[in-house]
Protein backbone atom coordinates (compact mmCIF):
# COMPACT_ATOMS: atom_id res chain seq x y z
CA UNK A 1 0.00 0.00 0.00
CA UNK A 2 1.37 3.59 -0.64
CA UNK A 3 1.00 6.32 1.25
CA UNK A 4 2.54 9.67 -0.15
CA UNK A 5 3.20 12.67 2.63
CA UNK A 6 4.29 16.09 1.38
CA UNK A 7 5.50 19.09 3.20
CA UNK A 8 8.11 20.48 5.55
CA UNK A 9 6.93 19.74 8.90
CA UNK A 10 8.66 16.59 9.75
CA UNK A 11 6.87 16.67 13.39
CA UNK A 12 3.64 16.44 12.06
CA UNK A 13 4.68 13.29 9.36
CA UNK A 14 6.05 11.28 11.59
CA UNK A 15 3.19 11.89 13.80
CA UNK A 16 1.20 10.82 10.54
CA UNK A 17 2.96 8.12 10.09
CA UNK A 18 2.93 6.28 13.72
CA UNK A 19 -0.63 7.61 13.07
CA UNK A 20 -1.14 4.58 10.23
CA UNK A 21 1.31 2.37 11.82
CA UNK A 22 -0.71 1.80 14.97
CA UNK A 23 -4.24 1.26 12.38
CA UNK A 24 -2.05 -1.23 11.32
CA UNK A 25 -0.87 -2.97 14.01
CA UNK A 26 2.61 -2.03 13.50
CA UNK A 27 5.00 -0.63 15.97
CA UNK A 28 8.20 0.22 13.58
CA UNK A 29 9.51 0.61 9.87
CA UNK A 30 12.18 0.87 8.23
CA UNK A 31 13.54 4.04 6.84
CA UNK A 32 15.89 4.60 3.20
CA UNK A 33 16.66 7.04 0.47
CA UNK A 34 16.83 4.42 -2.37
CA UNK A 35 13.83 4.13 -4.57
CA UNK A 36 14.71 0.43 -5.27
CA UNK A 37 15.23 -0.74 -2.02
CA UNK A 38 12.20 0.79 -0.83
CA UNK A 39 9.73 -1.03 -3.78
CA UNK A 40 11.79 -3.71 -2.95
CA UNK A 41 10.97 -4.10 0.55
CA UNK A 42 6.93 -3.18 0.21
CA UNK A 43 6.76 -6.35 -2.83
CA UNK A 44 8.77 -8.57 -0.62
CA UNK A 45 6.98 -11.01 1.86
CA UNK A 46 9.03 -10.77 5.08
CA UNK A 47 9.36 -13.86 6.74
CA UNK A 48 9.78 -12.23 10.00
CA UNK A 49 6.77 -10.00 10.13
CA UNK A 50 3.19 -10.59 8.16
CA UNK A 51 3.39 -6.99 6.85
CA UNK A 52 5.98 -4.44 7.02
CA UNK A 53 6.36 -0.54 6.83
CA UNK A 54 8.95 1.07 4.84
CA UNK A 55 9.33 5.40 4.79
CA UNK A 56 11.47 6.40 1.42
CA UNK A 57 12.48 9.99 2.32
CA UNK A 58 12.60 11.41 -1.56
CA UNK A 59 13.62 14.63 -3.00
CA UNK A 60 11.03 16.05 -5.65
CA UNK A 61 13.35 15.35 -8.83
CA UNK A 62 14.45 12.04 -7.44
CA UNK A 63 10.63 10.80 -7.04
CA UNK A 64 10.77 8.14 -10.55
CA UNK A 65 8.29 5.72 -10.26
CA UNK A 66 7.35 3.30 -13.55
CA UNK A 67 3.71 4.36 -13.27
CA UNK A 68 2.74 0.52 -13.80
CA UNK A 69 4.28 -0.14 -10.87
CA UNK A 70 2.38 1.97 -9.26
CA UNK A 71 -0.86 -0.91 -8.71
CA UNK A 72 1.67 -3.64 -7.41
CA UNK A 73 2.86 -1.45 -4.76
CA UNK A 74 -0.88 -0.91 -3.56
CA UNK A 75 -2.09 -4.21 -3.75
CA UNK A 76 0.87 -5.05 -1.64
CA UNK A 77 -0.09 -5.63 2.19
CA UNK A 78 3.05 -3.86 3.42
CA UNK A 79 3.28 -0.03 3.53
CA UNK A 80 5.46 1.91 1.81
CA UNK A 81 5.22 5.72 2.87
CA UNK A 82 6.91 8.25 0.27
CA UNK A 83 7.98 11.19 2.07
CA UNK A 84 8.43 14.19 -0.21
CA UNK A 85 8.33 18.17 0.19
CA UNK A 86 6.73 18.73 -2.83
CA UNK A 87 5.58 17.35 -5.92
CA UNK A 88 3.85 18.12 -9.29
CA UNK A 89 0.84 16.92 -9.61
CA UNK A 90 0.66 17.62 -13.21
CA UNK A 91 3.02 15.23 -13.95
CA UNK A 92 2.09 11.56 -15.66
CA UNK A 93 3.62 10.62 -12.06
CA UNK A 94 1.69 12.95 -10.18
CA UNK A 95 -1.95 11.61 -11.76
CA UNK A 96 -0.77 8.41 -10.88
CA UNK A 97 0.22 8.97 -7.34
CA UNK A 98 -2.45 11.64 -6.82
CA UNK A 99 -5.12 9.24 -5.29
CA UNK A 100 -2.33 8.38 -2.82
CA UNK A 101 -1.47 11.71 -1.31
CA UNK A 102 -2.09 12.65 1.83
CA UNK A 103 -1.34 16.17 1.64
CA UNK A 104 -0.59 19.08 4.38
CA UNK A 105 -4.04 21.00 3.16
CA UNK A 106 -6.28 18.33 4.55
CA UNK A 107 -4.62 18.61 8.02
CA UNK A 108 -4.82 21.23 10.59
CA UNK A 109 -2.95 24.32 9.54
CA UNK A 110 -2.05 25.58 13.03
CA UNK A 111 0.30 22.62 12.45
CA UNK A 112 2.70 24.91 10.21
CA UNK A 113 5.14 26.18 12.58
CA UNK A 114 5.58 29.68 10.08
CA UNK A 115 2.02 30.07 11.31
CA UNK A 116 2.81 29.79 14.97
CA UNK A 117 6.18 31.92 14.51
CA UNK A 118 3.82 34.61 13.30
CA UNK A 119 1.09 34.75 15.80
CA UNK A 120 3.55 34.90 18.47
CA UNK A 121 5.21 38.39 16.79
CA UNK A 122 1.65 39.41 16.04
CA UNK A 123 0.12 39.23 19.90
CA UNK A 124 3.54 40.23 21.25
CA UNK A 125 3.37 43.64 19.18
CA UNK A 126 -0.41 43.94 19.85
CA UNK A 127 0.36 44.06 23.54
CA UNK A 128 3.83 45.69 23.48
CA UNK A 129 5.66 42.60 24.68
CA UNK A 130 9.67 42.44 24.05
CA UNK A 131 10.14 38.72 24.00
CA UNK A 132 13.28 37.13 23.78
CA UNK A 133 14.24 34.61 20.92
CA UNK A 134 14.73 32.64 24.25
CA UNK A 135 11.08 33.22 25.15
CA UNK A 136 9.78 32.94 21.65
CA UNK A 137 11.28 29.06 21.48
CA UNK A 138 9.99 28.08 24.75
CA UNK A 139 6.36 29.20 23.23
CA UNK A 140 6.62 27.64 19.90
CA UNK A 141 7.36 24.17 21.60
CA UNK A 142 5.18 24.61 24.77
CA UNK A 143 1.98 25.56 23.57
CA UNK A 144 1.76 22.98 20.65
CA UNK A 145 0.44 25.59 18.22
CA UNK A 146 -2.26 26.29 20.75
CA UNK A 147 -3.48 29.93 19.19
CA UNK A 148 -6.36 30.75 22.29
CA UNK A 149 -3.95 29.74 25.05
CA UNK A 150 -0.93 31.61 23.00
CA UNK A 151 -3.39 35.10 23.32
CA UNK A 152 -4.77 34.52 26.76
CA UNK A 153 -1.05 33.90 27.78
CA UNK A 154 0.83 36.58 26.16
CA UNK A 155 -2.30 39.09 27.27
CA UNK A 156 -1.39 38.12 31.02
CA UNK A 157 2.23 38.48 30.57
CA UNK A 158 1.61 42.03 29.36
CA UNK A 159 0.05 42.92 32.60
CA UNK A 160 3.15 41.58 34.63
CA UNK A 161 6.54 42.67 32.70
CA UNK A 162 6.95 43.61 29.22
CA UNK A 163 9.90 42.03 28.64
CA UNK A 164 9.25 38.87 30.42
CA UNK A 165 11.90 35.99 31.26
CA UNK A 166 12.10 32.62 30.80
CA UNK A 167 11.22 31.85 34.22
CA UNK A 168 8.28 33.95 34.20
CA UNK A 169 6.81 32.87 30.88
CA UNK A 170 6.90 29.51 31.61
CA UNK A 171 5.07 29.95 35.54
CA UNK A 172 2.45 31.79 33.51
CA UNK A 173 2.42 29.87 30.67
CA UNK A 174 3.48 25.94 31.67
CA UNK A 175 3.96 23.83 28.60
CA UNK A 176 0.48 22.27 27.68
CA UNK A 177 2.82 18.68 27.04
CA UNK A 178 6.26 17.85 28.91
CA UNK A 179 8.57 18.24 25.84
CA UNK A 180 12.20 17.54 25.82
CA UNK A 181 13.23 21.04 26.06
CA UNK A 182 13.89 20.47 30.03
CA UNK A 183 15.25 16.70 29.13
CA UNK A 184 18.38 18.41 27.06
CA UNK A 185 18.32 20.96 30.26
CA UNK A 186 18.85 17.71 32.39
CA UNK A 187 21.72 15.94 30.75
CA UNK A 188 23.65 19.35 29.76
CA UNK A 189 23.12 19.70 33.79
CA UNK A 190 24.26 15.97 34.68
CA UNK A 191 20.74 15.54 36.74
CA UNK A 192 20.57 12.18 35.88
CA UNK A 193 17.84 11.55 39.02
CA UNK A 194 15.62 13.21 37.55
CA UNK A 195 15.11 11.48 34.11
CA UNK A 196 13.41 8.31 34.56
CA UNK A 197 10.44 9.99 35.97
CA UNK A 198 10.75 12.52 33.25
CA UNK A 199 10.88 10.36 30.28
CA UNK A 200 7.75 8.53 32.19
CA UNK A 201 5.55 12.12 31.78
CA UNK A 202 7.01 12.63 28.57
CA UNK A 203 5.69 9.03 27.16
CA UNK A 204 2.28 9.83 28.59
CA UNK A 205 2.19 12.14 25.39
CA UNK A 206 4.59 10.81 22.80
CA UNK A 207 6.51 8.03 21.95
CA UNK A 208 10.20 7.25 22.35
CA UNK A 209 11.39 8.05 18.61
CA UNK A 210 9.60 11.30 18.50
CA UNK A 211 11.62 12.38 21.79
CA UNK A 212 14.86 11.24 20.55
CA UNK A 213 13.84 13.01 17.55
CA UNK A 214 13.38 16.78 19.71
CA UNK A 215 16.56 15.51 21.56
CA UNK A 216 18.55 15.27 18.14
CA UNK A 217 17.44 18.69 16.56
CA UNK A 218 18.69 20.60 20.09
CA UNK A 219 21.94 18.71 20.50
CA UNK A 220 22.98 18.81 16.27
CA UNK A 221 22.05 22.64 16.76
CA UNK A 222 24.65 22.95 19.92
CA UNK A 223 27.57 21.22 18.59
CA UNK A 224 26.89 23.23 15.63
CA UNK A 225 27.32 26.40 17.40
CA UNK A 226 30.58 24.77 19.19
CA UNK A 227 32.08 24.02 16.40
CA UNK A 228 31.46 27.54 14.71
CA UNK A 229 32.87 29.19 17.98
CA UNK A 230 35.73 27.17 17.82
CA UNK A 231 36.77 27.88 14.25
CA UNK A 232 36.41 31.87 15.98
CA UNK A 233 33.25 32.11 13.22
CA UNK A 234 30.72 35.37 13.73
CA UNK A 235 27.16 34.79 14.45
CA UNK A 236 26.06 34.88 10.97
CA UNK A 237 28.48 32.48 10.00
CA UNK A 238 26.93 29.67 12.46
CA UNK A 239 23.37 30.91 11.64
CA UNK A 240 24.41 30.03 7.86
CA UNK A 241 26.10 26.90 9.27
CA UNK A 242 23.29 25.96 11.52
CA UNK A 243 20.56 26.85 9.53
CA UNK A 244 19.17 29.69 11.95
CA UNK A 245 17.15 32.56 10.24
CA UNK A 246 18.20 35.34 12.73
CA UNK A 247 21.61 35.15 14.27
CA UNK A 248 20.84 36.83 17.10
CA UNK A 249 19.92 33.74 18.77
CA UNK A 250 23.08 32.53 18.75
CA UNK A 251 23.79 34.58 21.96
CA UNK A 252 21.49 32.29 24.35
CA UNK A 253 23.22 29.26 21.82
CA UNK A 254 26.86 30.64 23.09
CA UNK A 255 26.13 30.43 26.70
CA UNK A 256 24.46 26.60 26.54
CA UNK A 257 27.99 25.79 24.83
CA UNK A 258 30.01 27.19 26.93
CA UNK A 259 30.81 24.78 29.52
CA UNK A 260 31.17 21.91 27.10
CA UNK A 261 33.46 21.05 24.25
CA UNK A 262 32.97 20.14 20.42
CA UNK A 263 34.00 16.45 21.57
CA UNK A 264 31.53 15.86 24.19
CA UNK A 265 28.78 17.50 21.76
CA UNK A 266 29.81 15.26 18.91
CA UNK A 267 29.77 12.11 21.22
CA UNK A 268 25.73 13.27 22.82
CA UNK A 269 24.86 13.58 19.39
CA UNK A 270 26.34 9.84 18.63
CA UNK A 271 24.90 8.28 22.07
CA UNK A 272 21.31 9.69 20.47
CA UNK A 273 22.13 8.51 16.97
CA UNK A 274 22.97 4.48 18.41
CA UNK A 275 20.00 4.70 20.89
CA UNK A 276 17.74 5.77 17.94
CA UNK A 277 18.98 2.49 16.02
CA UNK A 278 18.76 0.07 19.07
CA UNK A 279 15.36 1.01 19.50
CA UNK A 280 14.03 0.38 15.99
CA UNK A 281 15.86 -2.86 15.70
CA UNK A 282 15.81 -4.19 19.66
CA UNK A 283 14.60 -3.24 23.02
CA UNK A 284 16.34 -1.13 24.91
CA UNK A 285 15.86 1.23 28.16
CA UNK A 286 15.43 5.07 27.35
CA UNK A 287 15.72 6.13 30.46
CA UNK A 288 18.87 4.13 31.35
CA UNK A 289 20.99 5.47 27.84
CA UNK A 290 19.58 9.17 29.12
CA UNK A 291 21.25 8.96 32.32
CA UNK A 292 24.52 7.41 30.36
CA UNK A 293 24.26 10.77 28.41
CA UNK A 294 24.67 12.59 31.54
CA UNK A 295 28.57 11.10 31.93
CA UNK A 296 29.81 14.01 29.35
Not at 25 to 54: G, H, M, P, R, W
Not at 277 to 286: A, I, S, V
Request: with cysteine; hydrophobic share 40%.
Amino acid sequence: MIILLTGDDTTLIEQKIQYILKKNNLKKYSKTDQLKEAYFKCLTQSLIDSVTATVLQVSPKDLKLNTSSIAKLQKSQNLLFIVCENFDGRTKLGQALKPYLLSESTLPSNWNKREIKQAIDYYAKQFGLNLSYEVKDYLLLALNNNFPLLRSGLETLALLSLSPSLELTKEIIPSVHATAIDLKEMILRRRREEISTYVTKLKAVTNEQMILASLSTQFTLLMQTAIGSSQNLNDSDIAKLAEIKNPKRLYFLRKEVAQISVEQLIWLNQQIKDTQFQLRYHTCDLSARLMLMCCW
